[in-house]
């Protein structure tokens, strides 16, 4: 469903569940999702809050707090095995603090949060943050992993590198606080880097800058983005692909073009009805989407869009559940209109 | 629109913070947080204010409201009995009667609802304060608030935490209406929304206006919003009103080079439509040390050496459009399409 060229998708997430155990019942925060991740490309996760999307990076990086834990499905991350051959490794299998995923995390992907004040530690400088990160990864000096580390806050637009080495990271502002992230984030030389919610907190001025310096290093370093947001401009503008979710469940994933000329599901088209436009006309009412999102502890039956969806087909829709299924080279849809049940 | 009547005219409008260091915590220096601000608002319309953050937006607000005193200006508020007060130099003990014609939507539906209260307690709040109705005519009158925002009146006994984000902001919204206002004040009423909530919150609001008569001054950081909602806008850039006109106007032929970057950045849900934005480099001035000239040279790309020595001032280049820059007659500048 993926990718052009037949080139493996890097990462292919299938059928994962992550679930939170707690006494008042079990959150499905993840519930099925599958989805390909095609390599050197910006792909999109999008969906109302709740849906999943920060759990699913959660997963991928093996980072879930407890009491939630992965119960199901399978992560591959695909990586050249260094002698030309291609390997791959299922994320979901591995141990969570073992040696292999601690290399993986960080080395092999790297994340950057909404709010970087708490990827940061108040009590170390910047830089000292950053030069752990690098010898945990590489097996280099404490002086040439300074060097790297300027050379990764340059990289970034951060302008006096050596100095702000030694700030602390509240010392910083909101747009320079995310670019010193993005810094650490790649200075392992990550091939996939997930972004979650990386402007949100941030003005448009600022989110401008950030997204034109992500596309600027995809283009160098010829990495692989998953980029998390609720924003749909951002997504329009910088993705290649869109995964979109609902209720921990992928409903639709396809090219960007796709996703917001030809949306299949009802959710993605209600979706993106309801979003303000810079470009519509004055003071008029938007079309919502009916309904609000189900409480997670009693998701409904069948599919879980049902209740809300205005293609409802009582006896079929609530009865069982639809897959994601290709409606075309594509793109892929979970939805009865396109596969009979 | 009959003809227009001012609801709210805010002249010279200031506010210093002072920046204090030290043992003696002796003042070091002041934040111009809202420098010599000048706008009005006509009874029934909307005007938004946006801008970057730390502009002033909030500050403004709050000085018009007088929950801070203004450092300077005045801020004359047409009653509903018809007669115009200055709220910026009113003495506190008058304040009261015109608080309740003007009222707040925060943020935060979250932080700003008492989670040991419940809804009728809440909604009914101000009533209790101002001392209006007897306990079954608060009960009825909170029953009507609750079905005009859109909830059941049989939650009014219910508390704040079994209710969704959306859900909490239509309850704040209650509340802000429950003493007949003519004007509220919404700081940034849907930023902490989902997309999906936040069209309904919108309509809602749109709904009321018309329904109520209200009078908004609506304080946004996302233009996209703003635009749904707004009969003029006032962007604003360290504390001053850069340009102010309609919306359509702003949108489709701003001119000051601020707003053009603005709408430049705003990312378009259409990936047809990527454009070559123009990146504003740097960042945001400090307003407690304010560049000279137009505060906003350093990242200006029309600067000239004009623009770093004198200050521009806000003049109406267009009947309704003003614009605070030298250069606002020569430029052609690019808004957004339809
Ligand atoms: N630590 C946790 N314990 C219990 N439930 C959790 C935990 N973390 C997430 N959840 C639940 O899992 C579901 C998915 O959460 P997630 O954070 O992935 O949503 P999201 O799509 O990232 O939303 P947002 O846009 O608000 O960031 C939610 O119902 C959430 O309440
Ligand atoms: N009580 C205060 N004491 C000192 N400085 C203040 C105070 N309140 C606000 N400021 C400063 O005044 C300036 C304007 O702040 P304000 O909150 O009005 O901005 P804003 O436009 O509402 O920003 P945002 O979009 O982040 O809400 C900022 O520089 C801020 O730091
Ligand atoms: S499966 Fe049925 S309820 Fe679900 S989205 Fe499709 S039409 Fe709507
Ligand atoms: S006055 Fe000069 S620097 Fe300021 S906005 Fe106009 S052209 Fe730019
Ligand atoms: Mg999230
Ligand atoms: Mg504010």
Known sequence: MTSEGGAAPILSVRDLKTHFFQDEGTVRAVDGASFDVPRRKTLGIVGESGCGKSVTARSILRIVERPGRIVGGSILLRRDAGNGQAGGVDLAGLDPAGYEMR??????????????????????????????????????????????ATEMLHLVGIPKPERRLDEYAFQLSGGLRQRAMIAMALSCGPRILIADEPTTALDVTTQAQILDLLRHLQDREGMTIILITHNLGVVAEMCDEVVVMYLGRVVEQGPVDAIFHAPKHPYTKALLRSIPSIQATVRTELPTIAGSIPHPYNRPSGCPFHPRCPDFMPGTCDRSEPSLRPVDDNQGVSCFLYHPA | MESSVRLLDVKGLRKFFPIRKGFLKREVGQVRAVDDVSFHVEKGETLSLVGESGCGKTTTARCILRAITPTSGQT?????????????????????????????????????????????????????????????????????????????????????????????????IARALALNPSLIVADEPVSALDVSVQAQILNLMLRLQAQLDLTYLFVAHDLSVVKHVSDRVAVMYVGKIVEMTETQRLFT??????TEALLSAVPKPDPRLRAHRIVLEGEVADAANPPSGCYFHPRCRYAVDACRQETPRLEEIEPGHFVSCHRARELTLRGVGQ
């Not at chain 1, 708490?118 to 002086?143: A, D, K, M, R, W």
């Not at chain 2, 032929?253 to 601020?258: E, I, L, Q, V």
């Open chain 1, 103 to 148: 290399q993986i995390r960080g080395g092999d992907i790297g994340l950057i949060f909404q709010e970087p004040m708490t990827s940061f530690s108040p009590v170390h400088t910047v830089g000292n943050q950053i030069i752990e990160t690098i010898q945990l990864h590489q097996n280099v000096s404490v002086e040439a992993a300074r060097l790297k």
């Open chain 2, 76 to 172: 004359l508020f047409r009653g509903q009995d018809g007669s115009v007060v200055d709220v910026a130099s009113l003495p506190k003990s008058q304040l009261r009667p015109l608080r309740r014609q003007m009222q707040m939507i925060f943020q935060d539906p979250f932080s700003s609802l008492n989670p040991r209260r419940t809804l009728f307690d809440i909604v009914a709040e101000p009533l209790v304060a101002n001392e209006v109705g007897t306990r079954q005519e608060r009960v009825e009158r909170v029953a009507e608030l609750l079905r005009l925002v859109g909830l059941r009146p049989e939650y009014m006994r219910r508390y704040p935490h079994a209710f969704s984000g959306g859900q909490r902001q239509r309850i704040g």
């Open chain 2, 253 to 258: 032929a701003p001119r000051h080079p601020y």
